[in-house]
């Protein structure tokens, strides 16, 4: 029987998680003041992309959360366009994304966001399935609608397991 392996998840932060998108938060200064001055805009934030014959939408999400250490055996993509996970709590969640590697995912890297942190995914990223880990599991997801397949999953031949 062969070992499992385990990946230990890291705070998000913008620098690491470059290669694979944006990390959407309130990060440096503001670019003006809004609302007769009461509201402090960050504006464009996130690169979406909702390639040719697709229009941006947006879902809610209410996932079943989970635990660690967590078993990861399905990741996905999105060869179509961006996915922004978005969430409408400060509960905990988890960020489980990997590089392409010929089609198919390379080495998982895990990110725990902070309170108020949400995500875009970059057109392709092969990324985790939504992971909250306390209630209430409730996320706007903002990604592409169009009649074009855009989704592909990729079930691991060898689970491998998250931790702090």
């Known amino acids: ?74 990741l996905e993509r999105h060869p179509e366009g961006s996915q922004a996970f978005v969430p409408m709590s400060e509960a905990a969640w988890l960020v489980i994304v990997a590089p392409d590697a010929g089609g198919v995912p390379g080495t998982p890297q895990a990110f725990l966001p902070q309170p108020g942190q949400g995500v875009n995914f970059h057109r392709g990223t092969w990324h985790g399935v939504l992971t909250p880990l306390a209630e209430p599991g409730l996320f706007a997801v903002i990604d592409r609608i169009g ?15 998250v931790i702090l």
């Open 1 to 74: 029987m062969s070992e499992t392996t385990v990946i230990r998840a890291v705070p998000l932060t913008a620098e690491g998680f470059a290669p694979f998108g944006d990390v959407l938060e309130l990060r440096g200064d503001y670019d003006k003041l809004i609302n007769a001055g009461m509201c402090e805009r960050f504006h464009d934030r996130a690169q979406l992309d909702f390639g040719p014959g697709g229009r941006a939408g947006i879902s809610l999400f209410n996932a079943k959360p989970r635990t660690l250490p967590y078993s990861c055996d399905l």
């Open 147 to 161: 009649d074009t397949p855009n989704l592909e999953e990729h079930f691991l031949d060898r689970p491998f397991t």
